[in-house]
């Protein structure tokens, strides 16, 4: 039986992380505040720090969450999608296994043309993306 929990444990910890981080930021955020208005003689309001501490939270959320959550979400995504730029391994490799091929067996070229039939038509296929261009 499969469990949610189990399943998305990843995010389960990552959501838990972050929550203990944030509240730790706004806990010690208000410690903070407390004590510099405290040194100026200022009253403490709720209203100032949550506008000072909703400021500095997005602050780090543009510098460092929203850049890594690109840098590692845009690339995962984009790599799904099968850029051009994910593929320039793919292709190398196949190139280097059907040379492997050819210099071990006769049958090759048989070979090669047999599982590109038997692969063809996926979105990932280079000969079929090809085709798909051409009218």
Do not use: C
């Not at 959550?69 to 059907?98: H, N, T």
């Not at 990932?124 to 009218?135: F, G, L």
Request: proline residues 2%.
């Amino acid at each position: 039986m499969r469990s949610v929990w189990k399943d998305y444990s990843y995010g389960w910890i990552t959501l838990a992380l972050f929550l203990l981080t944030l509240t730790g930021h706004w806990i010690f955020g208000w410690f903070s505040y407390v004590s510099e208005q405290a040194a100026h003689g200022q009253p403490v309001e709720v209203g100032e720090y949550t506008i000072q501490m909703l400021r500095d939270t997005l602050e780090n959320w543009q510098s460092e969450f929203l850049q890594l959550l690109w840098q590692v979400g845009g690339l995962a995504f984009l790599f799904y999608l099968g850029s051009p730029q994910s593929k320039e391994g793919d292709d190398r490799m196949e190139a280097k296994i059907e040379a492997v091929l050819r210099a071990v067996d006769r049958n090759a070229d048989q070979v090669i043309e047999k599982i590109d039939t038997a692969y063809a038509g996926r979105h990932t296929d280079h000969h079929y993306m090809q085709e798909q261009k051409e009218p």
